[in-house]
């Protein structure tokens, strides 16, 4: 093999990669987003759903 082919299949690799690692991290933090506001939303729907007891009053 000449340097040239070693190097463009080096590049190749490494775009390659780069890409695969793109779309990895953008699924980690559309993952964690969700995980997030799913948090969110049951901490509104518990907030929403709570009962006074007979010994509170007001807010």
Known sequence: MTFYLRTRMLFAFVAILSQ????LIRIVCLLVSIA???LAERKVMGAI???RGPNTEGF
């Open 36 to 38: 997030y506001f799913t």
């Open 49 to 51: 759903h709570r009962r």
């Open 20 to 23: 695969f690692l793109i779309a």
